[in-house]
């Protein structure tokens, strides 16, 4: 871990959205981390340790059946972090924490970021609006894997993506995109085969490149648009 400048820091949406005097409260305390995609940032009832604000990294919160079979409850990427159930008052959650994509996030001890909202300042105001965005992206997924076409989901998915980590070009295996929509890979190959063949993406080597952005926001089920503008809306609340 290394120490960290406001500059970096602001790469996170949510830690950008502080004022100053309520960043420098939590400044010292700010480290940046690599995260390896597959790496499990803490188990289901393990004590929260630390707090992860990502940067380039993507993280998913992940369920895991008795049966071993797996469905991405929620997926965090700039916008947001992990950690909530510390703010919220218990020290673990019934799910996984998994890296989903290599990168950086910047880490902070559960005990000072639970320290400081316990002040109910500032930070606290911000993370309830964080917290009903992340109720509205949780109760879609539901209603999204009820309801819509794998294809649709698949779409949806690679656009939450590529808004974290701003590029094309994304290393991920159809075993890992069946394994995070909860779905046979057989159904992934399929969807990604569709929209591979209408030139929306192209898939080759466990890397998936986004050739056609507004294809593929056609494609996606009103999930994406309404997750994405709600979390819009409430960070927009914050800073007004």
């Known amino acids: ?24 409260r939590l400044a010292p305390n700010l480290k940046q981390v690599s995260l390896l995609s597959g790496q499990i940032l ?4 393990e004590p929260i340790q630390f707090i992860y604000f990502p940067v380039s990294a993507m993280i998913s ?11 991405e409850v929620a997926l965090v990427g700039n916008e947001g972090m992990v950690g ?6 218990g020290n673990s959650s019934v799910s996984t924490i998994q890296a989903q994509v290599s990168g950086n996030a910047i880490a902070l001890d559960a005990g000072v970021f639970k320290n400081e909202c316990s002040k109910h300042g500032e930070l606290t105001k911000l993370l309830l609006l964080y917290t009903q965005a992340i109720f509205t992206q949780i109760s879609l997924n539901v209603a999204c894997n009820s309801h819509h076409a794998i294809e649709q989901r698949l779409a949806r998915w690679l656009l939450s993506v590529q808004d974290s980590m701003q590029q094309e070009d994304i290393a991920l295996t159809q075993e890992f995109i069946s394994y995070m929509l909860g779905v046979r890979r057989a159904g ?3 969807a990604a085969g569709i929209l591979q063949e209408r030139g ?6 466990g890397h998936i490149t986004i050739c056609d952005r507004h294809a593929l926001e056609t494609t996606a089920c009103e999930c994406y648009k309404i997750i994405k503008e709600d979390y819009s809306r409430l960070l927009g609340v914050f800073q007004n």
């Open 61 to 71: 919160d992940v369920y895991i059946m008795e049966n071993g079979l797996t469905t």
């Open 200 to 205: 929306t993406i192209h898939y080759v080597r």
């Open 84 to 89: 909530l159930p510390v703010f919220w008052g």
């Open 42 to 45: 803490y188990e289901a009832e």
């Open 188 to 190: 992934v190959s399929v």
């Open 1 to 24: 871990m290394s120490e960290l400048n406001r500059e970096y820091t602001q790469k996170n949406k949510l830690l950008a959205a502080l004022s100053e005097s309520q960043y420098q």
